[in-house]
């Protein structure tokens, strides 16, 4: 099953514990170990919103 078919059995079906797990631990499995401080200003809001947006839009395409 491809992480898009299990993702949709996940939702269709939010009781299935066992399914649910799979899904984290296929989605966990391929995550960045990186990990990244909580902003303390509001420009660095600003940057961390603008660095989603820049990744979201490299996504699209």
Do not use: C, W
């Not at 079906?13 to 899904?23: C, E, L, N, Q, W």
């Not at 391929?30 to 839009?57: C, D």
Request: proline share 5%; aromatic share 10%.
């Amino acid at each position: 099953m491809t992480k898009a078919e299990l993702r949709a059995y996940v939702i269709a079906h939010p009781g299935d514990k066992v399914a649910f797990r799979i899904f984290v631990d296929r989605f966990t499995a391929n995550a960045s170990p990186e990990t990244f401080g909580v902003p303390q200003s509001k420009s660095e809001i600003v940057e961390v919103e603008n660095l989603i947006q820049q990744r979201v839009q490299q996504l699209k395409f």
